[in-house]
């Protein structure tokens, strides 16, 4: 009683907040990377991701007991979804959750022993090649019998004492020069008999006539779960707690027998037999806890709701925020098919929104939920040219990095397909004059194909695209000689001119202000656009 009671009261620490631990993402993307080729379409592509700090979404949204979860959890957000019914049963499952907690306890509580277990590398014996037996194996029998045969025989003659002490040293040559490659596996294995055992748990779980389609799978696959656990029993022995003379035994039994050698061999031969009874059972488990997650992430952020698609390329938003800033400020957008050009000052607020839309349509398409009060969007992916750098190591200058980005970007708008292109300060690297002219061309031409929300500060633009764009705004607003901003987007040109009085009350000196509000005069009286 005093066991359940404790774990119950993790099981809800850990619903409520996520857990703080170092989170090896390369180690947790394994899986992904192994499931999904690095250039399916249907994958976030790693730029994009970087661009929108999704990495810094998943481990807000990490609510996992697993590391199976874990990788579970990263690859489906990573992973676009082509059947909507797909995304509507994870809204309903996480409906289930939030609501139910009888039954969402009763899951984790299988699940709970998978807490600390460090086993990413268990991918890689479900997906990626097994290692081959030696060529001539059946020695290692041979050497087992012979050495155990001779060992009765002693008690005959006395003689075979020495067959038994050569054929000995033999065994422990033959393990030690095959106990590396064992080794290597027994974390995969030691997980696997984890993982099996949860399934094993949750196999017996009662859903009291709710629909939870992984439980169907491992009621399937439970005798092949009982199989494959026995077999590699003997491999995950845990012998810290094995007192002198059964540790003395299982030695024994390891270096003069090989029954670890012989074991590892056969089981070897199991998991080729039954690899995909064993992804099935991985997935069950892995998803079943990766959903919990997302509901345990729902339950705690702000409002969200399920999307809406549409054939339309409308974008409807009503209070949409990004999640990863703290008393995030929401805002409604709407556009009919339309690209749009933001414009404004920095600090504004003009990357975050372009973040925030492209996040929600990437959790859309990935995960079914958006983080809004009501949301219609088209099937769309996302691509993202946000943050950039010079290339110092391959000798690329920004602009020149930029420029391959967004012929990426270009590319892709002619394959037929629909795109999100977010474009954060368009060829801000070159000079005023070729920059807007570059620009215009590009834009024009994504926004023929697709629908692209970029941000500048070349108000030319304006003016320029204004038959293919639609024109918003993000602007500060300065009172009793205070800057503030309100983070609101606003529909239409930017009208505000604040960057000299910006100047001002930063606390320039005053023959600067005086400067530069003369040259702006000059250029006004010139007629330039400014």
């Avoid at 810094?56 to 990573?78: A, P, T």
């Avoid at 049963?89 to 009763?106: A, G, P, V």
């Avoid at 394959?415 to 292109?421: E, I, R, T, V």
């Avoid at 070159?430 to 023929?448: D, F, M, P, Q, W």
Wanted: charged share 25%.
């Amino acid at each position: 009683m005093l066991k359940k009671e404790k774990v119950l009261n993790l099981i809800r620490e850990l619903w409520n907040a996520p857990e703080e631990k170092n989170r090896d993402i390369e180690r947790i993307a394994n899986y992904h990377k192994l499931k999904t080729d690095e250039n399916n379409p249907d994958s976030v592509d790693a730029d994009t991701w970087d661009n929108l700090n999704m990495n810094n979404l998943f481990e807000k949204m990490d609510y996992n007991i697993s590391c199976f979860g874990q990788q579970y959890l990263y690859h489906n957000l990573r992973t676009y979804k082509n059947d909507f019914s797909t995304l509507e049963r994870y809204s309903e499952k996480y409906d289930i959750f939030i609501k139910n907690s009888q039954l969402r306890e009763k899951l984790q509580a299988a699940l709970i022993n998978l807490r600390n277990l460090n086993s990413y590398n268990l991918a890689n014996l479900l997906f990626a090649p097994l290692p081959e037996k030696p060529k001539y194996y059946f020695v290692f029998y041979l050497l087992s019998f012979l050495s155990f045969a001779s060992l009765i025989a002693i008690s005959i003659k006395p003689v075979f004492l020495f067959a038994f002490i050569l054929l000995g040293l033999i065994n422990i040559a033959v393990n030690w020069l095959y106990s590396s490659r064992m080794f290597s596996h027994f974390s995969e294995l030691t997980g696997l008999n984890a993982l099996l055992g949860a399934a094993i748990k949750l196999a017996k779980c009662k859903s009291d006539g709710v629909n939870i389609e992984q439980l169907d799978v491992l009621q399937k696959e439970l005798k092949t779960a009982w199989q494959i656990k026995k077999s590699i029993g003997w491999l995950i022995i845990d012998k810290s707690h094995l007192d002198s003379i059964a540790l003395a035994l299982v030695e024994y039994l390891n270096q003069f027998l090989l029954f670890e050698l012989i074991t590892f061999l056969r089981s070897l031969n199991k998991l080729k037999k039954y690899r995909k009874e064993l992804v099935n059972i991985f997935e069950a488990v892995a998803s079943l806890d990766a959903e919990i997650a997302a509901a345990a992430y729902l339950n705690n952020c702000g409002h969200f709701c399920r999307p809406v698609f549409n054939n339309q390329n409308s974008f409807d938003f009503t209070s949409v925020y990004h999640p990863l800033l703290e008393d995030a400020v929401s805002n409604d957008f709407k556009i009919n098919d339309k690209s749009v050009l933001i414009t404004g000052s920095n600090m504004a607020g003009k990357t975050t929104f372009i973040k925030t839309i492209g996040v929600n349509l990437i959790l859309a398409k990935t995960a079914g939920f958006v983080l809004a009060k009501a949301a219609s969007i088209p099937d769309m992916k996302v691509f993202a040219s946000i943050k950039r750098s010079d290339d110092i190591i391959n000798g690329k200058s920004y602009y020149f990095a930029e420029v391959e980005e967004i012929l990426k970007f270009i590319n892709k708008s002619a394959d037929g397909s629909n795109y999100l292109f977010l474009i954060d300060e368009i060829f801000k690297g070159t000079n005023t004059a070729e920059r807007i002219s570059a620009s215009k061309a590009v834009l024009n031409y994504l926004s023929g194909n697709s629908i692209a929300l970029v941000t500048t500060h070349d108000i030319e633009l304006e003016d320029l695209l204004k038959e293919n764009f639609e024109m918003y705004n993000f602007s500060e607003q300065i009172k009793d000689s205070q800057v503030y901003f309100d983070y609101k987007i606003k529909q239409g040109k930017c009208t505000g001119r604040n960057a000299i009085k910006l100047l001002e009350l930063s606390g320039y000196p005053k023959e600067i202000i005086n400067e530069a509000l003369a040259e702006y005069e000059t250029f006004s009286h010139k007629g330039v656009n400014i």
